[in-house]
């Protein structure tokens, strides 16, 4: 989308407050097309519904995402073609989140952008931060991996089901464990 939001304002990695009037109303709206997803029969919900196509900041051929799926603002998702997600996927796209070409999900993948602050008081007023998370091309992500803020996952990777990523994974690298270590 080619509107300023108050996501474009925070993708440099800086402080902020995710808890004001203008953040609520964008993710009310992901809220409403992830629901709209989630409760259409799989044959009227095609490869990929409408108003996820619209939320989204880009959207290639042949992406399919299967319900249930959730994500915080969709506005920073940019999928290239031929993505897959299985079931019970979460974006929390605070900042960019780019998945490239031919990447697979497996079911439960989380994806985290934000990072709460440190400082309990902080948390409670909604400080946090955002960093980007990107996946390259021809990516495997198996079932029940979390992607933590600022990763970059190489061209070619696997992760094994389970990881918890906290760390930049190499083209072709193969990692399992928490934390995500080489195989």
């Known amino acids: 989308m080619s509107d300023v939001t108050p996501l474009a304002r925070v993708a440099d990695g800086t402080w902020y407050n995710a808890l004001g009037?203008?953040?609520?109303?964008?993710?009310?709206?992901?809220?409403?097309?992830?629901?709209?997803?989630?409760?259409?029969?799989?044959d009227e919900r095609g490869a990929?519904?409408?108003?996820?196509?619209?939320?989204?900041?880009?959207?290639?051929?042949?992406?399919?995402?299967?319900?249930?799926?959730?994500?915080?603002?969709?506005?920073?998702?940019?999928?290239a073609d031929r993505?897959?997600?299985?079931?019970?996927?979460?974006?929390?796209?605070s900042a960019p989140v780019r998945i490239?070409?031919?990447?697979?999900?497996?079911?439960?993948?989380?994806?985290?952008?934000?990072?709460h602050h440190p400082d309990p008081t902080c948390r409670r007023e909604g400080i946090e931060r955002a960093f980007p998370v990107t996946l390259g091309e021809d990516v495997w992500i198996c079932g029940g991996v979390t992607l933590l803020p600022g990763v970059t996952v190489g061209d070619g990777a696997v992760?094994?089901?389970?990881?918890?990523?906290?760390?930049?994974?190499?083209?072709?690298?193969?990692?399992?464990?928490?934390?995500?270590r080489p195989l």
């Not at 009037?21 to 799989?42: D, G, K, V």
């Not at 996820?52 to 999928?79: D, T």
């Not at 389970?162 to 399992?176: C, E, F, N, S």
Request: proline share 6%; charged share 15%; with cysteine.
């Open 83 to 93: 993505v897959y997600m299985n079931a019970g996927c979460t974006i929390l796209d």
């Open 159 to 180: 992760v094994g089901a389970g990881a918890v990523v906290t760390r930049d994974v190499a083209p072709g690298q193969r990692v399992a464990g928490v934390p995500a």
């Open 100 to 115: 490239g070409t031919g990447t697979m999900l497996g079911p439960g993948v989380q994806i985290y952008c934000a990072e």
């Open 48 to 79: 990929m519904a409408p108003w996820l196509r619209a939320l989204f900041a880009e959207v290639g051929k042949r992406v399919f995402i299967e319900a249930p799926f959730h994500c915080s603002y969709g506005r920073n998702i940019h999928l």
């Open 21 to 42: 009037e203008a953040f609520e109303a964008l993710r009310q709206e992901a809220r409403r097309a992830c629901h709209q997803h989630a409760t259409l029969a799989p």
